[in-house]
């Protein structure tokens, strides 16, 4: 099943694409992408527990959460989402499936990065665990990625963490991804940073996506499935 992309141009939409008109690399760059129909992300563990789940309830819009090539640092941007271990559990994260699309003639994703931290005030804090270039899974801009032992994450009851997930777009100028976003809310509002500034949209460190980005019909969310070992504790 293929899901139609609608990209999101200076030209024809631009009241709806946020971007540096100064900047001939913003323009390059929408935060925001649009699409038909998402994909499911076909899992790398079939069989696996799901531990957490809120890959539902798509809106229909992307987010930018890319890592590009050294020369488009400064538009390097990160999306996060929240997400609670109940009381009396322990989880071991093995896989991560996130739901996302790419821009309009944009290569695949080298790799993917996947990034846990604790919660700080209703944000992302101190990082738990981070799984550089690894190898996902990828349907058409969704992805399952396994979390390879040297750094999957044990994440103690109780707490709340944060999960980023961002696509590693190293090959050529102008290829982006974007995680899809939900129309629903779960926890916190999610969070996105761009500590380079190259969008100039005054969210250099960890903010309210939402408010970070504006409003062009993304929800609230991202969508995300965490796979893994569920260890009840004794009390």
């Not at 925001?32 to 696996?48: D, N, Q």
């Not at 799901?50 to 390097?76: E, I």
């Not at 990065?113 to 349907?139: H, K, Q, T, W």
């Not at 590693?168 to 939900?182: G, L």
Request: aromatic share 10%.
């Amino acid at each position: 099943m293929s899901g139609k992309v609608f990209f999101l141009t200076t030209v024809s939409l631009s009241a709806l694409v946020l971007c540096v008109s100064a900047s001939p690399a913003a323009n390059r760059f929408p935060v925001t992408h649009i699409r038909s129909e998402v994909h499911r992300a076909i899992s790398a563990m079939p069989g696996a527990v799901t531990l957490y789940d809120q890959n539902s309830d798509d809106s229909g819009v992307a987010v930018l959460s890319t890592n590009f090539t050294h020369d488009f640092d400064s538009f390097d941007s990160y999306g996060a989402d929240d997400f609670a271990v109940p009381r009396g559990h322990k989880w071991k994260i093995r896989e991560v499936e996130a739901a996302g699309v790419y821009a309009q003639n944009s290569n695949p994703a080298q790799s993917e990065n996947v990034l846990f931290y604790r919660d700080a005030m209703g944000l992302p804090g101190s990082l738990v665990a981070e799984c550089d270039g690894l190898p996902g899974i990828d349907n058409d801009g969704s992805f399952a990625v396994k979390i390879p032992k040297s750094c999957r994450a044990t994440l103690k009851g109780g707490l709340k963490y944060w999960i980023s997930v961002v696509a590693n777009e190293n090959n050529a100028c102008c290829t982006e991804w974007a995680w899809e976003t939900r129309s629903g809310q779960l926890g916190r509002a999610a969070a996105w940073e761009n500590p380079g500034s190259g969008f100039r949209r005054g969210c250099p460190e960890w903010g309210v996506m939402t408010s970070c980005v504006g409003s062009y019909g993304e929800g609230p969310d991202f969508m995300f499935t965490l796979k893994g070992k569920d260890i009840k504790l004794l009390t």
